[in-house]
């Protein structure tokens, strides 16, 4: 009929599998007219064709072409037959907005929130306007659980509403679902222990990956402190760390008595030298070059001579030697990571404490002299502006960015096609830390959506706050000491930018890569497992890996189950940041000089690494990053890889970020964070970007909801919710 309109949707074999779904990555076209229906599905084809560029990502195989008539919708949105969040079932989790969904599921919007359970409809997020009544929610989400029953697993449902009948657009598998929650149970060990929140609640996998980072930790500290040993517990699904120092966990003994011990032991008078040259000396720069001429080098050529692209080729036996010499390889990273730890500590305690010492300024003032000085933190957002520049002069004057890769590599081969490289270069860095999240070349929509940004706000230059207040924190100094007690300040502080922009640069060849490459074959472990997702197979234990493939285990996908179960349930149940009484930090004053001015420093880092103490009412309390005020819409995070849905201008609220979470965040209006203090990495990437922030808040991803507005002020670290 000539006055219909259709919708021309691609549909690719594979396309929506549950491990991961390529809905939006190929092109489709809404409100095509019949005579344009021919031309909107050849170029939904060359989307899938173009799409292959994506040589590490994967291309979606064959395509189909779906054409349906195009409901004139008045209500739109989705539905999922389980909570997408916490996988809970038995509940259907409704957005819903008037209108086409388009806008809504490309993340531009926030839509009205309804959970629907037992028979009982919530609206949990309200808009201006009223979407549905109790009665239409209500219909939704038995269609929802009707198309769960059919499919046989829970769903992503896309549908419409047209002059009062609700339309089914499509049902597809929820992508990455969590587990049902499953409650764990565990002993609280005794002494004192401190949660780590750092690297969150971990695999299987992950454990098995970090067990050798608390003793390489430890090793990098006998040097300088009686440290005995640094260990490791898993209390109800998260990672507690203790150190344990010479003479045990006990309480500090009385000053007089450390005065005594740290003359007479030889081991104290050893650590007393050894500090002592390590800060007079500062023979921590030393390790730090090491690094930068023949360390970083070759962490990078271990680790590509350790990859192979076609890891389905390898036997069974030389798949799981692959992952033993990839654990062997990330210890080796974590090992060197943690030895870097020392510079960083060291250069930057030293600056801080020249500045209390000389000015008699706050030593947290050089935060302030540090911003702007880690460019390896903005490195991933700026080789992508490059990109960017060059896919705006292939659009020419066509100025509206492809919402999809397929139509990106249509619209401008030339920049697609250099895209597809730099994925290629970046595809093992991981979006977080352990190998169960995924790889920079597993998200290219989360690239896609940054490019969209880039491309949005070209010809705004990035901040340069940050360092323009450094600089006038310099010249203060330097008004205010003798030329030579500032030449040597101006040492220092080159010192310890180097050291400051270490923390990041190393971790990508010694945590991120390797971490990726383990997580490359685990991958294909998990394939030749059958697993219902190939990234299930971090759920296993390193020793299940062999009885796995040979057939062995009976139980294995309700083991996984369970595991992922306990996984979501601890991802939901934090326990105290403390377990026992509070670990005594030993009065600084009797130790003789070296050891007195390390534990100095370690006193004020750990103090500079506390987080803010969490909500009150409306409010949220952390630790501030930066002096402006921001006002603006909330983008709750949960996984690196939602991360496509963050937009310019919003407040990304996570739990924390890792450096590869800076690809997305140069637009974003500020930080907040549950975790996470002074010296974390959402701390560092903020001061890169000039972005305001307020870390270390506790609950804020439970707290704050997407779409509410709310105002993050980092002078009186708070965020307070304005709005829902």
Known sequence: AGGERWAVRSSAVGEDASER???G?????????????PRAIERCRRSARALRVLRYAGSPGDVAVVVQRMVKAERAGVAFSADPSTGERGVVVIEAVRGLSDRLLHGEGAGERWRVSGGASERVHALDERVLSDAQAAEIAATAARLEQLFGRPQDVEWAIEDGVIWVLQSRPITALPASPIPIESETPEGSWERDDHHGVLSPLGWRWLA?????MADAMKGVLPVKEMRAARVRGHLYL????EGGDGPAPPAWVLWLVT????SMRRADRACAELLDRETYVATMEAWEREGRAAMARATDALFDAEPHALSDRALLDRIDRALTHSARGLAQHAALGGPNLFAIGKLAFFLEDELGWDPNRVFTLLAGSSPQTTELHRSLSDIADAIARELGDDTTFPATWGALATRAPA???????WLERHRLRMTHYEPKHPMLGETPDVVLSVLASIVATRGQPMSTEARDRAEAVLEEARAKLEPARFTELERLLDVARRAYALRDENGIETVSRPSGLLRWYVLELGRRLGLESPAHAVYLEVDEHGPALRGEIDDLSARIERRRGEES?????RGPRLLGRAPDMPPVAPFPRGLRNVMR??????????????VEGETLHGVGIGERVVRARVRVIDRPEDLASLRHGEVLVCRITSPEWSVALARVAAIVTNEGALLSHPAIIAREYGVTAVVGCGPATTHLTTGDRVCVDPLAGTVTRLAR
């Open 21 to 23: 779904s390529y809905a």
């Open 25 to 37: 990555q190929l092109e489709s076209l809404l409100d095509v007219t019949s005579e344009d229906v």
């Open 212 to 216: 050798p980072y608390p003793v390489a």
């Open 242 to 245: 203790q150190m344990v120092m």
């Open 263 to 266: 003359r007479l032991l030889p």
């Open 415 to 421: 920049a697609s096609a250099q895209l597809a490289d």
């Open 569 to 573: 349930w601890a991802l939901r149940h």
């Open 601 to 614: 420093i370690f006193a004020w880092m750990m103090k500079a690494e506390t987080p803010g103490r969490g």
